[in-house]
């Protein structure tokens, strides 16, 4: 394996960034970056703990759920999940934190990296009930980088082109749990519990 092991390595074989690409970079959310962020539905969480272990977890919800609290500070809710908490718990040891909003049929995407606490604040949670549901918790991140990212990786990936998707290329995730992680469990009772219509079911409990 050819490792690269030093920045000047790896700038020999890259070359350094267009200024246009290190000017992008800003500290506070423009006007552009709040229609951004009412229009995701999506973002995925980047941390790391405190010896470096990494997760990164997806967040869902309708539009404009993460919350604009200034122009240097937003909100994201915590919903129903697994409760593994593993970017939670990164976030306890080691508050930086990396997200990137979709928007569907967009290649490009807004980056925002900055340092996070979380917050059980009643009147923020208030704010983000959906279909009844109030969160446990809610991430609020402080902005300390924020820029939009070009769409090279969307395009050639053809992600948003609906004649590349394969959905059923690999097994359902019913299948996956049977074969990895829930063995003793019959098929047909998971099938049942992932089903679209099961998981739909328990989006948004009752709080």
């Avoid at 869902?60 to 809710?77: C, K, Q, S």
């Avoid at 979709?102 to 925002?112: E, N, V, W």
């Avoid at 074969?179 to 992932?194: G, I, N, V, W």
Wanted: aromatic share 6%; glycine share 6%.
């Amino acid at each position: 394996m050819h490792e690269i092991t030093s920045e000047e390595e790896l700038r020999a074989l890259l070359g350094e960034p267009v200024p246009a690409a290190l000017a992008k970079e800003r500290t506070a959310l423009a006007d552009v970056d709040r229609e951004w962020l009412a229009a995701s539905p999506f973002c995925l969480v980047a941390t790391s703990s405190a010896d470096g272990t990494c997760d990164v977890s997806p967040k869902g919800d309708p539009p404009g759920f993460t919350l604009v609290l200034d122009e240097r500070t937003v909100a994201i809710p915590e919903r129903a999940g697994n409760r593994r908490a593993d970017g939670y718990r990164n976030v306890l040891a080691n508050p930086h934190v990396g997200l990137i909003y979709l928007l569907p049929g967009r290649t490009d995407t807004l980056r925002i990296n900055g340092r996070a606490r979380l917050t059980t604040d009643p009147t923020l949670l208030d704010r983000m009930v959906v279909k009844g549901h109030r969160p446990v918790l809610a991430v609020v991140v402080d902005v300390e980088q924020v820029f939009h990212h070009c769409g090279k990786a969307f395009l050639r990936s053809q992600l948003w082109d609906p004649e590349s998707w394969r959905p059923d290329v690999v097994p359902t995730r019913a299948r996956i749990a049977h074969a990895l992680e829930r063995k003793d469990e019959p098929l047909e009772e998971l099938e049942r519990y992932y089903s679209s219509a099961a998981y739909s079911a328990g989006l948004y409990p009752a709080s």
